[in-house]
C-alpha cells in the first residue's frame, strides 16, 4: 500500500487504519526506505446515538500503551458486531464464511470493519461491489446492519490527547453533526478534516472556517480503502496542502511534549 502511494505521488503519508496500529512499524519501515515522511495515525469508531463516529489521532509514538486495552475491547467488539451481521446476513440468503475474517484478524491484530464483510460479501456473490455491498445489505440502516455500542466521541477524543496524540474528526461533512464540534474542542479536540474525497469546494471552506472559529487546525487525505473502492481515484489526488501541514505537525510535537513533561 506504501508502495501504491508513492507511485501515486504521496511524499508525506499517514496510515490511519479502523482501531489498531499493527500496521504501522512495516508501513513506517517502507516510507522510509522510499524516502518518504511519515506519520503513524489511526482512526478510532467512537459511537454516538448508536452511530459511528470516526476520531482520527496522529501520534509520534506508534505502539501507545495508553490505548492497548481500548483498541484490543474495541477490535473485539467489531467482531462481536461482524457475527450478528453474519448471522442476519444468513437469515436473509446472503451467507458469508464470517470464521476466517475473524480468525485471521484476531490473530493479527486487525480489526472486522464492514469493508470486510462488504468484500466478503462481493466474493460469495451477493454483491457487485463494495458499495453495492453496503447499499443493499450492511449500509446504515441496511437489512443486516447492526449499530454499534461504544466510548463517546469526547471520551476518544480525551483518550488520544493523554497517549500524546493529536485528534481530528473524520470527514465531518458525511458526519454532519456540526453541532458536535464546540463540545469537542472544549474535550481537546486539535484538528477537523476538511480535505477529503467527498468533501466539496463549499464544504471545505464551511469547514476551515469552523476551525479558525474554534481555534482549530485542519488536516486531510485521501481515506484509501483499497483499489476496489469507491475512492480509489483520490490516492494521491486528494490531500493535506504542505502548508496546512506544518500546523498540524506543530500541535502534534506540543501535545507529546506535554505528555512527557507530565512524566
Known amino acids: 500500500m506504501v508502495e501504491h502511494a508513492h507511485a501515486a505521488g504521496v511524499r508525506t503519508l499517514s496510515v490511519t487504519d479502523h482501531d489498531t496500529m499493527v500496521g504501522v512499524p512495516a508501513a513506517a519501515a517502507a516510507a522510509s526506505r522510499l524516502g518518504m515522511e511519515f506519520l503513524p495515525g489511526i482512526e478510532v469508531t467512537a459511537v454516538l446515538e448508536r452511530h459511528d463516529v ?10 501507545p500503551s495508553a490505548l492497548d486495552s481500548f483498541l484490543q475491547a474495541q477490535r473485539e467488539d467489531r467482531i462481536v458486531r461482524a457475527r450478528k451481521m453474519s448471522k442476519l446476513l444468513r437469515v436473509l440468503g446472503a451467507p458469508i464464511d464470517i470464521d476466517p475474517i475473524v480468525d485471521s484478524a484476531a490473530a493479527e491484530g486487525r480489526s472486522v470493519a464492514r469493508p470486510v464483510l462488504a468484500r466478503a460479501l462481493v466474493e460469495a456473490g451477493h454483491a457487485t461491489s463494495v458499495k453495492d455491498a453496503f447499499d443493499r445489505w450492511i449500509g446504515d440502516g441496511g437489512p443486516a446492519y447492526v449499530a454499534r455500542e461504544g466510548s463517546s466521541p469526547a471520551d476518544v477524543v480525551r483518550l488520544i490527547s493523554r497517549a ?6 473524520a470527514h465531518p461533512g458525511l458526519l454532519n ?9 472544549k474535550a481537546g479536540l486539535t484538528a477537523l478534516e476538511v480535505y477529503h474525497p467527498e468533501h466539496n469546494a463549499s464544504m471545505r471552506s464551511h469547514y476551515r472556517k469552523l476551525a479558525i472559529q474554534h481555534e482549530l487546525v485542519v488536516c486531510g487525505g485521501s481515506d484509501f480503502h483499497g ?17 496546512a501541514f506544518l500546523p498540524l505537525l506543530q500541535r502534534l510535537v506540543l501535545a507529546h511534549s506535554v505528555i512527557h513533561a507530565d512524566q
Open 54 to 63: 470516526h476520531v482520527l489521532g496522529y501520534f509520534l509514538d506508534p505502539a
Open 177 to 185: 453533526r456540526d453541532d458536535l464540534i464546540p463540545s469537542l474542542a
Open 227 to 243: 483499489d476496489r473502492h469507491h475512492r480509489a481515484a483520490s490516492l494521491g489526488s486528494v490531500g493535506l496542502p504542505r502548508e
Open 164 to 169: 500524546g496524540g493529536v485528534s481530528a474528526i
